[in-house]
Nanobody, 128 residues
Framework: QVHLVESGGGSVQAGGSLRLSCTSSGYIGSSYCMAWFRQAPGTEREGVAAIRTGDRSTNYADSVKGRFTISQDNGRNTLYLQMTSLNPEDTAMYYC?????????????????????WGQGTQVTVSS
């Protein structure tokens, strides 16, 4: 069983930046995909950014393109999410997840059922 632990969340003013980390208990490259999801109170969970661990191809939600960057460090078994130009709409609990099967096979990289491993989340709060 793979355990994922997120860190790096916090409170920041609009326009600020944060870097989230997700450390895996297993080799990060053993997952087909790693991704970040987020969920704000009263809303559905949404995929934010995903990376195909084999060739490091990435996919982003339209709402974060150009502002967020997902990356992986296989040596540290860690996934990152660099977030810049944050705005209050980015306020949410952020979760990292790992997929044991190709996340791109259905056309969407953010289908929750494709992801087998989930962290407990880290809170990001952006004030205006």
């Amino acid at each position: 069983q793979v355990h994922l632990v997120e860190s790096g969340g916090g409170s920041v003013q609009a326009g600020g930046s944060l870097r989230l980390s997700c450390t895996s208990s297993g080799y990060i490259g053993s997952s087909y995909c790693m991704a970040w999801f987020r969920q704000a109170p009263g809303t559905e969970r949404e995929g934010v950014a995903a990376i195909r661990t084999g060739d490091r191809s990435t996919n982003y939600a339209d709402s974060v393109k150009g502002r967020f960057t997902i990356s992986q460090d296989n040596g540290r078994n860690t996934l990152y999410l660099q977030m810049t130009s944050l705005n209050p709409e980015d306020t949410a609990m952020y979760y990292c997840a790992g997929a044991a099967r190709p996340c791109w096979s259905t056309g969407s990289w953010f289908k929750g059922d494709d992801y087998n491993y989930w962290g407990q989340g880290t809170q990001v709060t952006v004030s205006s």
